[in-house]
């Protein structure tokens, strides 16, 4: 918008707003930027008419951004102090850290409508507004008076930055400045660009030097490639253009994790995977240090198969698609789905196992929607024989056999006592060869532990399958977040980061899907909006190894955490305590993924 436009933003788009909100239609004087950014606060729900709607969080007051930024902050303060204007400072979801300069007044009236640290100003919580329609443009946003969504901005003109990592390319954070309308400036983009370019050129110096070597290493694969390409430590991802349009944020976890057996093995190993958006992909690690996480890996991709419908896997053996009610693209769980959905087909019982929480019963009740069986889903659960009596308990099994129509799920048969399981197999078998529903047994597992049938049972399930926990599929969070994040937040709801989705892939979830879903249920709770990133993760989730460990790894990293937690974060009592030395605990803290005990046990 030029200088002569401004007055654009008064009346004459009060009217082209007002019209927005009536009818839908947008007039040709509102711009490209502004019109989508209307759109998408409608679509957000935001509240175009009344009091201010954006909520308040805590956040660190000293952390690095603030940190970096203060100088600059300092500086820009001052050359704005007699322009009557305040600058701002967000995080990257639009979290106000810091606000300065103004006169009295207007500082007044920004605490009337919220514009103070501590408050969100998310293009999602206000609609369209200099701060958070930079974040989610992700480019200089200028929005003057009436072009603001929400009518109680309507007197302010704001100007906001992204700040960008100059490792990553990941947004940081938003510089804004903003004013009355009547002192509305065209030298206000020109000063938050620059504000932002300095805060940038700090975050560079500031940057370890381990991700300056991976971007110098990313450059030097890059420069001589003509695929897509990604470099990666536990911290850090950069990509290139053409691995940027291809990849979503889920997919990076996967990278990493491929990247870390890589560097856990020593070999550069070529890997096959499928991509969030559908395509099939081959991996290949060009760049890593054996046993060195932090020295990263460069990976280069070669797209086997472009995203698209014809890239699923056709029904049938060995990787039929389950339903979106279970969603997953591993080969192990789609292989599990297309055996259960065979016998569901011909009606043939069948025995699931598995830990606790792995879906057995959720994979039946899709199985018997999936076939079309329009009779009942019955669950009997073994369980409630200790509540209700051995007799009633068979009652109700002899009453839902005496209906052939429809699933009869048998739970949890392995809390069954000898006897009651006896009785059961003889039950059982006395309706062999007639007409019975399609009959599903569950045994719940202990981990790493093989399921033990009474032999009364085992010629009434002749097929058993065994469900994956989800430790052994990790790149189906890529897919079950998301679903969960739907189920709980709705549309619109957050997105989750890539930093958060390797830690929720490197996580041992020893409940599986139902203690996964009881986190993401916690985080979207508070945080329905905007990016879900690893601060959100309860810090016992946060604190998560590198690459996944053996058995016994996990032993002796919970035995560390507890010396740590003993003692406070000292590592000289801790390893005391152990019965180790020093150094050794050193060692262990790297190779097992411990953080700094210092800020971990603080």
Known sequence: MDVEGLGQAGPPMWKSRERFLDDGLISQKVRPEIAKSWVRSRQSGVPAVGDPATRHEDYDTDNRLMRLATPIMDRLAQEVANADMVVILTDPHGLVLDRRAGTAALRRGLDRVLLAPGYLYAEETVGTNGIGTAAEMRDVAWVVGSEHYAEWLRWLSCAGAPIRNPITGRVEGVIDVTCRFQDTSPLMVPFVKEGAREIERRLYEDSSQNDRDLLDRFVAVARRSTRPVVALNPHTVIANAA???????????????????????????TRAFRLAQGGLAAVRCIDFAQGDPEHGVVLEIDLERPPGPSSRPRAGRPGRRPPDALPGRSVAWR???????????????????????????????????DVGDHGPFTVVDAIMARVDGDAQWLGQVRTRLGDATGTLVLRHIEALDASTAHALGALLEAVTGGPTPWLVATISTAREEEPGTDVSLADQFPADIRVPPLRERPEDLSDIVPALILRHAGEPGPHSAAELMQALMRADWPGNARQLESVIQGMVARHPHGELSLRDLPPAYQRVPWRRLSPMERIERAAILHALEQTGGHKVRAAALLGIGRATLYRKLKELGIADPRETFA
């Open 243 to 269: 691995a940027a349009r291809l990849l979503e944020p889920s997919d990076h976890a996967l990278l990493w994790n491929h990247g870390a057996m890589a560097i856990e093995a020593g070999s550069p190993t």
């Open 335 to 369: 292989q599990s789905w297309t055996a259960i959905i065979d016998h569901a087909a011909l009606r043939l019982p069948l025995l699931l196992t598995g830990e606790p929480g792995t879906g057995k019963l959720a994979l039946a009740r899709a199985a018997h929607e």
